[in-house]
């Protein structure tokens, strides 16, 4: 995708006019193998190519005063991949973090993660504690970074905390949603407005499956690597071009 400043800056006027942007923007960065294996390069090259993608869309959206962007990093079933592969991601992701932290800082970029740390390596896990901490300060765009993520799984265990929350306080009577989201890993963000899936793949993969309920969905063809700032304010504009029901009917919406 050839890269057009004039075009983004365009389509950034754009939107600061506009008043019914998102709040919080999620993204399943789909296509990384499939961009480095047209270029007749190696997976972790296309995966490289894709932090520059993250970094972009990271400034993107400080520019708007986007309040959150989760991406999904690397989900639980991801360990599968070839040795190899899971090797060089974890590497790239403990590099990347190294780099870019104190960059996030400047920035005000607020770093979080959900998912299980626990489960990834001590490099890259250290290097995330360390950006964690570093950021915890700042009041800025919310980084939060799906990392060793399922969504069935989280699901799993916050319904277990909550039975466990309740057998310890004696408390009965019949469940609410509120009540069920504070044992969410995500209990103190807003839901996902949107979500956006690049490569042309039209899937969720066990991504915030309770989170994005009535989430706008946007597919796009475009390669991760090849995902601009144009693309992803291109994304924004369709979402602010649709109404958002929950439920209703259209007339109910404006009334």
């Not at 993608?53 to 959150?68: C, F, K, M, P, S």
């Not at 300060?137 to 929350?165: F, H, M, P, V």
């Not at 408390?171 to 042309?200: A, K, N, Q, W, Y």
Request: aromatic fraction near 8%; charge should be negative; glycine fraction near 6%.
């Amino acid at each position: 995708m050839t890269k057009d400043p004039i075009a983004s800056d365009a389509l950034l006027e754009e939107l600061l006019r506009r008043e019914d942007l998102p709040e919080h923007v999620a993204i399943i960065m789909d296509g990384n193998g499939r961009w480095a294996k047209a270029r007749g390069l190696d997976r972790v090259e296309g995966h490289a190519a894709g932090v520059k993608t993250v970094r972009t869309v990271v400034e993107a959206a400080g520019a708007i005063d986007l309040g959150v962007l989760t991406l999904y990093v690397f989900s639980n079933e991801n360990w599968k991949r070839p040795l190899n592969e899971v090797r060089s991601l974890m590497f790239l992701l403990s590099e990347t973090i190294e780099n870019e932290a104190e960059d996030l800082r400047r920035k005000n970029v607020q770093l979080r993660v959900t998912g299980n740390l626990d489960e990834v390596p001590p490099g890259p896990r250290g290097g995330l504690q360390r950006a964690i901490e570093l950021t915890s300060g700042n009041d800025g765009l919310i980084l939060n970074l799906a990392l060793n993520y399922s969504s069935r799984r989280e699901i799993l265990q916050a319904t277990e905390r909550l039975i466990n929350k309740r057998m310890s306080s004696g408390r009965v009577g019949p469940l609410t949603e509120e009540e069920f989201e504070e044992c969410l890993l995500t209990s103190d963000l807003p839901h996902p407005d949107l979500l956006i899936r690049t490569s042309g793949e039209q899937r969720i993969s066990n991504f915030l499956l309770w989170q994005i309920a009535y989430a706008e969905i946007y597919f796009t063809e475009t390669l991760w690597p090849d995902f601009d700032t144009t693309a992803f304010y291109q994304a924004l504009l369709d979402y602010s071009d649709r109404e958002r029901r929950f439920g209703m009917t259209s007339e109910q919406v404006t009334e």
